[in-house]
């Protein structure tokens, strides 16, 4: 099992409070993420600030780029892998993007995996993208993925789709990685199709072992029938972790932080008749036996990669605490 922690680039005001993390401490976590044994550390993607957070925060929070952030960390590490977690492809231009990613790519020695979605919020793509209003994500996302993959292996790509359309681009450097990882984020069917027609790996999130295993057996039925092996697709998990001495400690600090905020955010969409208690059995939360039990319990549904971890703390400090005991009471259990 392979673990990787979510630097929080835009969790200020969703999973965090306002003000939380400044520049410093995202290249920090990752330095120290590194030094502990995580296999990664990534960056979740926001451009604009979401209805929800507005309404609960009187001032805005810092919404940090996660390419750049990266960037300064592969600066700052040698064999931490940079990942997206996740980044929201319809707000991005494909061609910009790709020259992006492999730049990072390169500069880092190949250790970018690239993990994107739709976007879990519809507000946040119309503040930003107003023509594209009626658009459908899920196609748009699926057409700039299929934009990425030509930009990285044609020497003149062209792209004529509904949403996104290039002439003759020649794109180079190409990514040092042939081919880049890219994981397709998400819960729902069209992710678990993007994943096995596009995609190196399968990212949902704060899923039961149950649920995992059931995507697996249809992403295996999308892969096949697109010609493809199942077992060349990787199957992660992103998961809110908070640790403490007894379960009932561990569901106080959670309902003392502002990851209640983020989970109420998605009540409609990815969290859909999910109740609190059901919430905290499909997230590592509880004692580290407890989380331990839980994440075998995960590899034996087949994820074999928790990335972009979800760490709770209402403080930088905080958050760094449970990095550490993650690290010191988890780890160890499966190396």
């Not at 990514?175 to 995609?199: F, T």
């Not at 990787?234 to 640790?243: F, N, P």
């Not at 034996?300 to 605490?321: D, S």
């Amino acid at each position: 099992m392979k673990f990787g922690i979510e630097l929080p680039t835009a969790t200020s005001g969703m999973m965090h409070p306002v003000p939380f993390a400044g520049p410093r401490d995202l290249v920090d976590l990752a330095i120290e993420a590194e030094q502990l044994g995580y296999h990664d550390a990534g960056g979740n993607d926001h451009l604009s600030t979401m209805d929800f957070v507005r309404r609960a925060w009187p001032d805005p929070p810092d919404l940090y780029e996660p390419l750049i952030v990266l960037a300064q960390v592969a600066a700052k590490t040698s064999v931490l892998r940079l990942t997206t977690g996740i980044m929201v492809l319809p707000l991005r231009d494909p061609v910009l993007l790709a020259k992006q990613v492999a730049t990072l790519d390169q500069l880092s020695g190949g250790r970018v995996t690239l993990g994107v979605a739709v976007g879990g919020y519809r507000d946040e793509f119309e503040a930003v993208a107003p023509d594209l209003h009626h658009a459908d994500r899920a196609r748009l996302t699926r057409e700039r993925i299929e934009a990425l993959r030509l930009l990285w292996t044609e020497r003149n790509a062209s792209y004529h789709g509904e949403y996104v359309h290039f002439e003759n681009v020649e794109s180079y450097p190409k990514p040092l990685q042939s081919p880049l990882p890219i994981y397709s984020g998400g819960n729902v069917d069209g992710s678990l199709r993007r994943a096995a027609e596009l995609g190196d790996g399968w990212l949902p999130a704060k899923m039961s072992p149950s649920g995992i295993a059931a995507g697996r057996a249809k992403l295996a039925e999308y892969a096949r029938a697109a010609g493809r092996d199942p077992a060349t697709i990787t199957t992660a998990l992103q998961s809110v972790v908070c640790l403490g001495p007894t379960r009932e400690a561990a569901r106080e600090t959670f309902r003392n932080s502002s990851f209640d905020l983020f989970r109420t955010s998605l009540a409609k969409t990815m969290t859909k008749g999910v109740d609190q208690d059901a919430y905290f059995a499909m997230n590592l939360i509880g004692t580290p036996d407890e989380v331990c039990e839980k994440v075998a319990a995960y590899a034996g549904a087949g994820v074999e990669h928790l990335t972009a971890l979800l760490f709770v703390g209402n403080t930088v400090e905080e958050m760094r605490a449970q990095i550490r005991l993650f690290a010191k009471e988890v780890l160890p259990a499966f190396a």
